[in-house]
């Protein structure tokens, strides 16, 4: 199976911010590659699809970029409603893996 | 409305059975692939099992192989989960998710609010 490995595991950040959150493939999965966020209680929904599609919806303040191995998920300047945690998936093949999240944090 | 509604979780015992459903709404069910993804408590999100739009085509995540069946029923618009030989680490929040693209492009673009499981004696 494809592993996926996200850095930080948290991160503390102030409104306004920029974030930038890692992920990483442990081989190369091209451009499949998603992005999700997910609030306590609630299910997961989806930001950028194709490692740089941005959702329909979806603030533009969120973008995605990267191919091959390495990916980053990029919000420009952090709002209120962004603290979460924040997921990657690879879809290179049907056997689906997630990264462990990322949980954007109030500094 | 576009919705996904999952039922069937609650607390088995270690070796029992438990059959999970999601009836979706507001889409054309029979033309979209899905799939059932779990998350332990306090844990990640794990990708468990996936249908194609004609139930045709069905995969299974190694931990659960053998021990798990996903079907569906197209013309109830219900996605199924038969659980088997449950284990404690099978303990979760089940999420029925919608492939936005099919099994080609397996990600999710809709995914239901959930449905607990729980194994313990």
């Known amino acids: 199976d494809i592993q996926m490995t996200q850095s930080p595991s948290t991160l503390s950040a102030s409104v306004g911010d920029r974030v930038t959150i890692t992920c990483r493939a442990s081989?190369?999965?091209?451009?499949?590659l998603a992005w999700y966020q997910q609030k306590p209680g609630k299910a997961p929904k989806l930001l950028i699809y194709?490692?740089?599609s941005l959702e329909s919806g979806v603030p533009s303040r969120f973008s995605g970029s990267g191919s091959g191995t390495e990916f980053t998920l990029t919000i420009s300047s952090l709002q209120p409603d962004d603290f979460a945690t924040y997921y990657c998936?690879?879809?290179?093949?049907?056997?689906?893996?997630f990264g462990q999240g990322t949980k954007v944090e109030i500094k | 409305e576009v919705q996904l509604l999952e039922s069937g979780g609650g607390l088995v015992q270690p070796g029992g059975s438990l059959r999970l459903s999601c009836a979706a709404s507001?889409?054309?069910?029979?033309?979209?692939?899905m799939s059932w993804v779990r998350q332990a408590p306090g844990k990640g999100l794990e990708w468990v099992s996936g249908i194609s739009g004609s139930g045709g085509g069905t995969y299974y995540a190694d931990s659960v192989k053998g021990r798990f069946t996903i079907s569906r029923d197209n013309s109830k618009n219900t996605l199924y989960l038969q659980m088997n030989s449950l284990r404690a680490e099978d303990t979760a929040v089940y999420y029925c998710?919608?492939?936005?693209?099919?099994?080609?492009?397996?990600?999710?673009?809709?995914w239901g609010q959930g449905t607990k499981v729980t194994v313990s004696s």
């Open positions: 507001g889409f054309t069910f029979a033309g979209s692939a």
């Open positions: 998710a919608k492939l936005k693209r099919g099994v080609n492009e397996p990600y999710f673009d809709m």
């Open positions: 998936q690879q879809y290179n093949s049907y056997f689906l893996t």
């Open positions: 081989q190369s999965i091209s451009s499949w």
């Open positions: 194709k490692a740089s």
